[in-house]
């Protein structure tokens, strides 16, 4: 029998970590886990520390370090707790691949501790990509690291290149399902509620990345992530909206022909591609029936009501720090929308107005992204208060 894979699970509490571990339940025979962590949801982390017997655990916010301490006290589990701890435990020799599925910028650090210790990354946090895809691909190249995606489109696009080689991509597709608004007026939008806006058609997510799959930044801040997975340049990538999410992204080669990845919607196929590459893992997971799906349909994206879309590609196209700036303007403006302190229309007026104050950095090293993301964070609080 082979060695069991060790993995860190950065994040566990989550959509993705729950449904990594699920994946990992199915398959204790070819995974273990080393390592789990959360940040709010201290009873779950416990919950899962107990099943999953992991090495060590940590729990991000500091102030529930006694509560969890205590509940694992009879365990052999080592706790600790903050973000430092997490970036310094994705080093431990024993661990093999990082799922790195903590939201948002807070994930970045961990995610960049754990290459630069030669650890595989099954990457979920795609803002890690967006704020320092430079640097993070290319310090990723140098450990001989590989990044894996997580993300479905991503999952896809990297399923439809195995077997390619060296042929070179002329253009990508991403699909997007358009999410619960696809089809609404500006008019319509600015009486929505965060309510509305957490319901999704297709998939079941955090809270944050639903809101993003509202206004379409996902789409956004995904067309970036591609751009530096497979090393493209900003015309190469385009998005397509297919409200049914069944073809979860294309690659379209320089002979023309189109290959697609396709599937019902379920994130445990791409988390288990992630980890278990290059094998594919049986699994029981429901099958798709084309009598289910008669029409597969496809329309444009709306960039001129859904400007959050149009936003993404003018900071891709920008480069330098500018796409840093509007993941942090997004970060503030998600969260006070969903405290009910902002409309949604307001969330694409917040990163615009970030886009065009903040000081642009051309070639930003790592404390440029650091101050730029805190510089953005403050300003944009700042005018939400004006
Ligand atoms: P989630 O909100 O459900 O989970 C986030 C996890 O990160 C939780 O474990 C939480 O405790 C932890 N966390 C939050 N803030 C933290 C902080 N400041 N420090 C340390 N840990 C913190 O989010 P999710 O939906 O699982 O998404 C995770 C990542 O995966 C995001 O980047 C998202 O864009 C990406 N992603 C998610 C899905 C999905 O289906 N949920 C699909 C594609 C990509
Ligand atoms: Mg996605």
Redesign the pocket.
């Known amino acids: 029998m082979e060695k069991k894979k060790n993995i860190a699970i950065?994040?566990?509490?989550?959509?993705?970590?729950t449904q990594a571990l699920e994946v990992i339940r199915a398959n204790a025979d070819s995974f273990c886990v080393e390592v789990l962590?959360?940040?709010?949801?201290a009873d779950l982390l416990i919950q899962q520390a107990i099943e999953f017997n992991p090495n060590t655990v940590v729990i991000?916010d500091e102030s529930k370090y006694q509560y969890v301490k205590a509940a694992l006290a009879a365990y052999d589990i080592k706790v600790f707790a903050g973000?430092k701890a997490?970036a310094e435990v994705v080093q431990m020799d024993s661990i093999e691949t990082v799922i790195a599925?903590?939201?948002?910028y807070?994930?970045l650090e961990s995610t960049i501790s754990a290459i630069k210790a030669g650890k595989q990354i099954a990457l979920?946090?795609?803002?890690t990509l967006v704020v320092a895809g430079d640097l993070v691909t290319s310090l990723a190249k140098e450990k001989g690291v590989n990044l894996y995606p997580?993300?479905?489109e991503h999952s896809a696009i990297f399923q439809c290149l195995a077997g390619e080689f060296h042929n070179p991509i002329e253009k990508i597709y991403l699909t997007a399902s358009g999410g619960p608004f696809r089809g609404k007026e500006t008019a319509f939008l600015s009486t929505v509620k965060k309510e509305q806006a957490l319901k999704h058609p297709n998939?079941?997510?955090?809270?944050?990345?639903t809101i993003?799959s509202a206004s379409l930044m996902?789409k956004g801040?995904e067309v970036i992530e591609a751009k530096w997975l497979f090393g493209l340049k900003p015309e190469q990538i385009d998005v397509i909206v297919h409200p049914q999410s069944i073809i979860h992204s294309l690659v379209q080669f320089t002979d023309g022909s189109m290959k697609a990845q396709m599937g019902l919607p379920d994130?445990k196929l791409p988390i288990q591609y992630a980890i278990g590459y290059p094998n594919r893992i049986k699994s029981d997971f429901p099958r798709f029936n084309f009598m289910n799906y008669p029409q597969l349909t496809f329309e444009k994206a709306d960039t001129k009501t859904f400007r959050n879309l149009a936003l993404a590609f003018e900071a891709m196209n920008k480069g330098g720090n500018a796409p840093c700036i509007l993941n942090a303007a997004n970060e503030i403006a998600v969260e006070a929308f969903l405290k009910d302190k902002i409309g949604f229309l307001q969330m694409s007026d917040l990163v615009e107005k970030c886009l065009q104050t903040i000081f642009f950095i051309e070639k930003p090293n790592y404390s440029d992204y650091v101050a730029t993301d805190k510089e953005t964070r403050e300003a944009a609080s700042r005018i939400l208060k004006n």
């Open positions: 950065l994040g566990s509490t989550g959509s993705i970590g962590t959360g940040n709010g949801n991000a973000n997490i599925a903590i939201v948002g807070a994930g979920a946090n795609k803002e997580v993300d479905s998939w079941e997510m955090g809270a944050k990345i993003d996902n801040l994130m």
